[in-house]
């Protein structure tokens, strides 16, 4: 029987769990990681080349704490030797007047984080790659930029493990005993106990958690890549992230050319709603045409779409994160609900998830991802989020 117990066992292994185990690892505590998969899989929300890291939000405490979470990335590159994060600016396009651009420049303002508004003609001087009309407002913001998603994981779980800490993969956890005197968490493999648990489960959190009855939905989410003929056009140090709010409602993105797959493109918003246990992962053929028929329009040279990928966002009503305790048990810690712009805190919900194992409580401020706020419903407005 395994008597051990740990400091600390962390549940699931993509972007939060990984940088979680690292921050705890680092600090001295007895780690054990359990994945479900093998680390680096592409059933969840964490893989893939690249994930956007940005300022703008329309809510400012978001904005406030991006600033500890790019400082804290570039700690882990000094950490590591490695290049993760990357600057290539943003551009913002929307028709003028738009409420999705003034929203993002409010926030910036009230954060003190430079931006400019330009014109179509200064877009086309800048980055002719885009076609827009004169009647669009652009949002530049110098300091936006792109992860290394897969990288940052994989980085995160190395460090953790050169600092002591326990990766098990292919280690599903089948339940958690939380009113345990030692919380015991069960898998297929034997039972595990931890003076604290923290749950970082991703699209799994609800089923996990299922005492809790969670308001997460998972829904399926694709992105669609491009490699058009003079892909140099399209490198991070010729062209930059962009986003575009339709006057449909649809909020684009895009990521230029990193990694074999080239330019990344997609839609962010709310996609079909499915089981995080779906084997399926086949795009659909009418997104592809949609993503195409935008490209066509506003960058006619990247062509048709060469690749896609299927991903899944976990889904909070409110589209904030739940960060905090279990209501009924202090000793499980829960980091859930990212409902698809979570990426770029990964670093910082790492340092913040060790903190409350540590030291029951963080410095930063993470009352709006209470596990009892009131969960307003989205005001189907698409959120500068991704
Ligand atoms: C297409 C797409 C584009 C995105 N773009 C951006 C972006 O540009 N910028 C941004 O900031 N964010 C973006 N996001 C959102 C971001 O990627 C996610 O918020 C983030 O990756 C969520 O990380 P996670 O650790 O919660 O989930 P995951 O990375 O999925 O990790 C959860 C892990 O837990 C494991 N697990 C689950 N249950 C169990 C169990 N019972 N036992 C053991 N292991 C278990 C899973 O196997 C998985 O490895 C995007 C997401 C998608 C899908």
Redesign the pocket.
């Known amino acids: 029987m395994n008597t051990h117990i740990y400091d600390a066992i962390v ?7 990984s940088a979680t185990a690292y921050q705890l690892a680092k600090s001295g505590a007895d780690v054990l990681v ?4 093998q680390r680096g ?1 592409t ?4 893989h ?1 080349e ?4 940005r300022f703008f939000y329309d809510k400012a405490f978001y904005t406030e704490l991006m600033k500890t979470a790019y400082a804290e990335w570039r700690a882990l590159e000094s950490a590591s030797g490695k290049s993760l994060l990357f600057i290539t600016g943003s551009v913002g396009i929307g028709a003028k007047g738009n409420p999705y651009g003034r929203a993002a420049r409010e926030s910036l303002d009230v954060a003190g984080v430079e931006s400019e508004w330009w014109d179509a003609a200064e877009l086309a001087e800048r980055f002719p790659q885009f076609r827009v009309t004169n009647d669009m407002d652009i949002l530049w913001q110098k300091d936006t930029g ?1 992860l290394r ?1 897969a990288e940052c ?1 994989s980085t995160h779980l190395q460090l953790a493990e050169q600092h002591g800490a326990t990766v098990r993969e292919e ?4 339940n958690i005993d939380w009113q345990a005197d030692v919380p015991t968490v069960q ?1 297929e493999d034997g039972q595990f106990h931890g003076k604290k648990v923290v749950v ?6 609800g089923t ?1 958690l299922a005492e809790l009855d969670l308001p997460l939905t998972v829904t399926k ?3 669609c890549y491009y490699q058009p003929a003079d892909i140099e056009r399209f490198q991070p140090d010729r062209f930059p992230v962009f986003t575009e709010s339709t006057p449909e409602g649809e909020f684009i ?1 895009g ?1 230029p050319a990193f990694g074999r797959n080239g330019l990344k493109i ?1 839609r962010h918003g709310r996609g079909q709603i499915i089981s995080a246990d779906t084997p399926e992962r086949t795009p659909d053929a009418d997104y592809i045409a949609h993503i195409d028929a935008y490209v066509q329009e506003r960058m006619p040279e990247l062509g048709k779409t060469t690749h896609t ?1 299927v ?4 889904e909070t009503p409110d589209e904030d994160f739940i960060i905090d305790a279990h209501p009924h048990c202090p000793n499980v810690l829960i ?2 609900g ?9 670093a910082l919900v790492g340092r913040i998830m060790s903190e409350l194992v540590r030291k029951g409580e963080t410095g930063f401020d993470i009352q709006p991802f209470r596990i009892d706020r009131e969960h307003q419903i989205s005001s189907g407005i698409p959120r500068l989020s ?1």
């Open positions: 549940i699931g292994a993509g972007g939060m769990g359990l994945e479900q998969f899989h059933f969840g929300s964490s893939g690249t994930r956007i890291i792109f998603a994981v280690t599903a956890v089948t898998t970082t489960a991703g699209a799994w959190a996990l989410q694709q992105v993105y990521i997609a990928e991903c899944l966002y976990t980091a859930a990212f409902s698809g712009h979570g990426f770029k805190f990964c991704s």
